[in-house]
Each structure stands twice: as structure tokens, then as C-alpha cells.
């Protein structure tokens, strides 16, 4: 069937006059050039998709590395977010905590005028909380025996995402996060009108990467001022480049741990009469 059409053209050659011939051979002849550079353009094709095939299938690759890269990225953006979003709950829960008790947790409920539970066992009813908060024996010593249960449980607001670490030796739940220890007043609690820095200027709590303690340990208070590295003693998340603090006023800000000493120092304050600029 390939050579029919030339069995053709020569028939009908072979029956015409010599002028016609040569018309019909240069025609015949243009034929078979412009047929050979269509093959030739067609296997050329082929061979450059095959190329092409091989180089997308190189760059899908590399498309899914790069994917993989960003995935990472994003994925660690969300858990900061994450981290931000419990702060900011925990800093409004606060203030719920002042409307009803006019003052900051941790309060003095108990004997003596100091409080015998942390700040965030003062938040469990202001974070949906209740029946935790309801199972706690307030009067006992906070890791008395009587409290064991309670202790362990695990508060899912309190933990930053980023974080495996949700129990200590003792198996009692802990927080990723730390009150600024300038609110452990003697009398329990710092009310809003003591706070002569300015709410937007005095940090209440923050995240912590390292030496994590229950929630319910009243001493879960750390010097904002000492850095924003993370040490057992320090505010700072575990990357090492800041933290996210919760201010008094509501507001969670990133504060780098580069910050100059002396805006942490009067961050830390609530009545140190600081000038902050930062």
C-alpha cells in the first residue's frame, strides 16, 4: 500500500507526453522532498518529547523536594500560630480573671493571704476548665497527694504544638509556658491600676523551650528579663530566636531574643517607670 501511489504516478506517465512527464516528475519530486522532511521533523518531535518527558520527570522531582521544603515551612508557621492563638486565650482569660476577682492570677483564696495554686489552675474555670478546676483540693498543698489526679491531666491550651514534652519525672502534666514572675505579689494578684508602666508595656506570660513545670506549680514564673534563650530559668521557644509573649493589655507580640537588655528589663517591670522603645 506505501508504493501504490507511485505505481500510480508512473502509469500514468508511461501515457502522456514528454512535457507532461517532466511536470509531473518535478511535482513527484517535490513530493518526495517535502515527505522527507516531514519524517524528518516527526522523529524529531518524537525524540524532543522524549526529552521533554524525562525533564519533567526530573523536575517533578524537584518540584516535590521544593514542595517538601515549603510544606516544612508552613507547616512550622502554623504551629507558631498555634502557639500565638493559646496565648492569646490564656492572656483573655486573664482578664476575665480580673473582672471577677479584680486582680491578675494567681489570687489568694487560701489561709494566709498567699495563693497555694498557680496562676493557671486560677485560669481553669476561664478556659472551659470547670470540673478540673472543681476536682482540685485548693486548701492542700498543690502536689499533695489529694491533687495527684488533677495534676496529670493534660491542658491542651497550656502545651505549644512544637513541643512533644507534656509530662515531667513525676508524671504530673506541665505548661510551655511561664508567668513573668513580677506578678507573684505577696498579696496574690496585681490588679490593672498597679500596673503604672502601662498594660501595653508590661508582659504578663510567655512561651518557655526548656525546664518545663506543671501547670499546677505555683512557682511557674520565670524574669523576663534574664533573655529569650531557652534555659530552665528564661522565657524563650525552643528555635532560640525569641518567643511569643502576652501582654497585659491582651496583645501576644514576637519578641526577638536580639533585643536590647535593658527594653526587656523594662518590659518585665510593672512599676519600674521605664521608658520603652522597641
Known amino acids: 500500500y506505501l508504493f ?3 505505481y500510480s504516478l508512473y502509469y500514468v506517465i508511461t501515457r502522456i507526453g514528454d512535457v507532461w512527464k517532466l ?3 518535478n511535482v513527484g519530486g517535490a513530493v518526495l522532498v517535502f515527505g522527507a ?7 524529531e518531535a518524537v525524540e524532543e518529547a522524549g526529552r521533554g518527558a524525562a525533564g519533567n520527570r526530573r523536575g517533578a522531582q524537584l518540584d516535590d523536594e521544593e514542595a517538601g521544603f515549603f510544606d516544612e515551612i508552613f507547616a512550622a508557621a502554623a504551629q507558631d500560630e498555634d502557639s500565638r492563638n493559646n496565648l492569646k486565650k490564656v492572656v483573655l482569660a486573664s482578664h476575665d480573671h480580673h ?7 494567681p489570687h489568694a483564696e487560701e489561709q494566709g493571704g498567699e495563693p497555694h495554686i498557680s496562676w493557671q489552675t486560677s485560669l ?8 478540673l478546676y472543681n476536682q482540685i483540693n485548693r486548701v492542700a498543698e498543690w502536689d499533695a497527694p489529694a491533687n495527684g489526679d488533677a495534676n496529670r491531666t493534660i491542658v ?8 512533644s514534652e507534656t509530662t515531667d519525672a513525676r508524671n504530673l502534666a506541665v505548661s510551655h ?3 513573668n514572675q513580677a506578678f507573684l505579689a505577696e498579696s496574690g494578684g496585681i ?3 498597679d500596673i503604672t508602666d502601662g498594660s501595653s508595656n508590661t508582659v504578663l506570660c510567655g512561651e518557655v523551650g526548656a525546664g518545663y513545670k506543671p501547670w499546677a506549680d505555683p512557682s511557674n514564673a520565670r524574669d523576663f528579663a534574664a533573655g529569650l534563650l531557652p534555659g530552665p530559668e528564661t522565657f524563650g521557644n525552643p528555635s532560640g530566636r525569641g518567643a511569643f509573649m502576652a501582654f497585659a493589655d491582651g496583645a501576644v507580640r514576637w519578641i526577638s531574643s536580639e533585643t536590647d537588655s535593658d527594653v526587656l528589663q523594662a518590659l518585665s517591670t510593672t512599676d519600674g517607670g521605664e521608658v520603652v522603645e522597641f
Open 156 to 163: 491542651r491550651l497550656y502545651l505549644q504544638p512544637t513541643i
Open 191 to 193: 490588679r490593672i491600676r
Open 177 to 179: 509556658y511561664a508567668l
Open 124 to 131: 481553669l474555670p476561664f478556659i472551659g476548665e470547670q470540673r
Open 23 to 25: 511536470v509531473l516528475m
Open 99 to 105: 473582672d471577677t476577682y479584680q486582680r491578675f492570677p
Open 4 to 6: 501504490m501511489p507511485f
Open 37 to 43: 522532511m516531514f519524517l524528518s521533523a516527526a522523529i
